[in-house]
């Protein structure tokens, strides 16, 4: 996003002359207009970078030109150039929105200088406009969450209401109801959301290494800590911290969190300063917490302490009115990851989702969208295109009954005729089920058209008629 296209607009004819040449000499592609108007026209055509204006030209007001830029191009830089050095244009100038400005007569190396700051300027915008694009798109995480049902209403409610407090949230709900997704809606949807959100796995990281990883440790603190390690606690500083699997969580490890959260303070292994943290805590786990406690293997007070606000996420088979639309965004999603226009469910497809339990809840049914869409040569996806769902099902599967096959393929073709400009769907579906029939019963005899017609159970006379009429080739003899 630098600066490429100057336009430059001055009565004088030898200022022009200057400018333009030393632009063009930099490589810029540089646009002269001898007034007001001019420029105008210019700019209606053209996007412009870079503005050069004189602020006394024939026709029209320097400082009009600059408002109108303003207005119409606001992307476009403008200085501004005046022959008086008063302070009154300088500030008018700005004031209207110049981006800078020169005064008659000026020397080329301050023009370069405001152009070298502008180009910074112009790099800068652009990186502002992505990172802004960057903001959205996390934001649109919030959004994200899939789900009208009741339930889901429900967790919404809870949601609104804490996102902005820093109570500490509990995540309870099985495999793939979106627990991880949750935690990040509250941090996003929080005032911690320029801060960073750090999250922690619990189960994927060996008991003894997880309280480093927490709270870090000094250089020296053990063989082996030849370095100063900040953990999760002291990166989440501020923002969130995502303790996923608490119930993976080790007893003394739970009794040393428990006291980090009610002090609000932590101390780095190894070190003896206590440090303050503001951290707010979302944890998760698709245990059944309160059975932990029960069997002494989560502490209870540390299990009041997390479990402020419980948020207990359905699991899918408990929202099946959610099903249709969550299977409509993760196509929408595939189809635009695998650059595909035309994809769809059949009803039967739809059917097979509502009806199927969903042990792995929307994870399950995003993997198997996903699968689908690359795996299927056809445009509509049916019930055979997910075989994994299928098990134990009368669907047809994949290498079952020939009519269960045909069905599929038939379904496919048929979705993508217009019905309503045929006249003899049923004769042509049935020639291209005729024809490779005969055929094959044809090689298997060698072309032996009367044991053919024994075979198929059918006249040798409408075998003959046959054969011609579906201009099927007969060969004689062979082995
Ligand atoms: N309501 C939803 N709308 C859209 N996508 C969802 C929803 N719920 C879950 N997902 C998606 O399903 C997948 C699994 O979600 P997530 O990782 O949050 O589940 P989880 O409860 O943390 O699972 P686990 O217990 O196995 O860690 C993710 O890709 C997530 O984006
Ligand atoms: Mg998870």
């Known amino acids: 996003m ?49 503005a050069i204006l004189d602020i006394k030209m024939p026709g029209i007001q320097g400082l009009d030109l600059l408002k109108q830029f303003r207005t119409d191009y606001p992307e476009t830089l403008i200085v501004i150039m005046t022959a008086e050095a008063t302070m009154e244009h300088a500030v008018a100038a700005m004031k209207n929105g110049a981006y ?33 694009e960057e903001l959205q798109d996390h934001y649109s995480f919030g959004r994200s969450i899939i789900g009208n049902s009741p339930p889901m209403q429900d967790i919404y409610k809870i949601l609104g209401r804490v996102a902005d407090s820093d109570v500490t949230i509990l995540v309870t709900g099985e495999s793939g ?60 500083d501020g923002g969130t911290l995502f303790l996923d699997e608490i119930g993976d969580m080790p007893l003394e490890l739970q009794a040393k969190l428990l006291r980090v959260l009610q002090e609000k303070e932590i101390t780095r292994t190894g070190g003896n300063q206590a440090l303050r943290v503001d951290v707010r805590i979302v944890a998760a786990t698709n245990q059944e917490i309160t059975s ?3 069997e002494k293997r989560f502490r209870e007070d540390l299990y009041y302490r997390l479990n402020v606000v419980p948020i207990k996420l359905p699991a899918l088979r408990e929202r099946r009115d959610d099903i249709p639309i969550l299977a409509d965004f993760f196509l929408q999603k595939s189809k635009r990851d695998l650059g595909i226009d035309a994809m769809e469910y059949s009803p039967e497809t739809l059917d097979l989702f509502k009806s199927y339990n969903w042990p792995g809840n929307v994870r399950e049914l995003e993997n198997s969208i996903k699968r689908a869409t690359l795996l299927s040569p056809n445009q509509v996806l049916t019930p055979i295109d997910f075989p994994e769902l299928l098990e134990g099902k009368q669907y047809p599967h994949q290498d079952e009954s020939l009519e269960a096959l045909v069905a599929h393929k038939l379904e496919n073709s048929l979705a993508q005729m217009n019905l309503q400009e045929m006249d003899n769907l049923y004769e042509m579906v049935l020639h291209q089920i005729e024809r490779p029939l005969i055929n094959i019963v044809l090689q298997k005899t060698h072309g032996n058209q009367i044991k053919t017609a024994e075979i198929l159970g059918i006249n040798r006379n409408t075998l003959r008629k046959k054969i011609k009429i579906l201009e099927i080739e007969v060969k004689r003899g062979g082995r």
């Not at 002269?32 to 053209?46: I, P, V």
């Not at 959100?197 to 997880?210: G, M």
């Not at 000094?218 to 002291?234: D, L, M, P, Q, S």
């Open 2 to 50: 630098a600066i490429q296209h100057i336009l430059v607009a001055d009565d004088e004819e030898s200022i022009r002359w200057v400018l333009s040449k030393a632009l063009k000499k930099q490589g810029f592609n540089v646009d002269l207009a001898e007034d007001g108007s001019q420029a105008k026209r210019l700019a209606q055509k053209h996007h412009y970078d870079l």
């Open 100 to 132: 800078d400005y020169l005064t008659k007569p000026f020397d080329l190396t301050a023009l370069d200088a405001i152009i070298l700051k502008a180009e910074k300027a112009a790099e800068l915008t652009g990186k502002i406009d992505h990172l802004k």
């Open 177 to 236: 109801t979106g627990k991880e997704l949750i935690a990040r809606a509250i941090h996003v949807n929080s005032q911690r959301l320029v801060k960073p959100l750090i999250a922690l796995n619990c189960a994927a990281i060996p008991h003894e290494l997880l309280e480093t990883e927490l709270f870090g440790h000094e250089r020296g603190a053990f063989t082996g800590a030849t370095e100063r390690k900040i953990g999760k606690f002291e990166q989440a």
């Open 292 to 294: 932990l406690v029960q």
